[in-house]
């Protein structure tokens, strides 16, 4: 993700934790465990995310999934706040596919 995104979360008030500000070259595996230990969404570009969830079955904290390659990245953001707004506490336990013209959401899988 563009770390101008993560700038304009920070901004509009929300606890942002980049990885590549101290957790770059980490696997998706251990990603999503330092974030399910944190209590954090994963915002992603990446869908191996959602494969680790779905295929493989790994316990995963929230996902938001921005599939929105080449869109301005003020675009990109105004969509990742408009989907924080309206799924709101539903984030923890979803995954949210974002698109330009719409988004999609669908329950994560809690395993013990």
Do not use: C, W
């Not at 995310?49 to 790994?58: C, I, S």
């Not at 999934?65 to 990245?73: E, L």
């Not at 953001?77 to 719409?102: C, H, M, Y």
């Amino acid at each position: 993700m563009d770390a101008r995104i993560a700038v304009d979360l920070t901004s509009a008030g929300h606890d942002v934790a980049e990885v590549r500000l101290g957790f770059s070259g980490s696997s998706d595996i251990d990603v999503a465990a330092k974030a399910l230990a944190e209590n954090r969404i994963v915002i992603t570009a990446d869908r191996d995310f959602g494969k680790l969830a779905f295929l493989d079955r790994h316990r995963m904290p929230g996902i938001i999934y921005v599939r929105m390659a080449g869109r301005p990245y003020e675009e990109r953001t105004q969509r990742i706040l408009t989907a924080i707004t309206d799924f709101g506490e539903r984030l923890a336990s979803s995954i949210v596919v974002v698109e330009p013209n719409k988004f999609r959401i669908r329950p994560l899988l809690r395993l013990v």
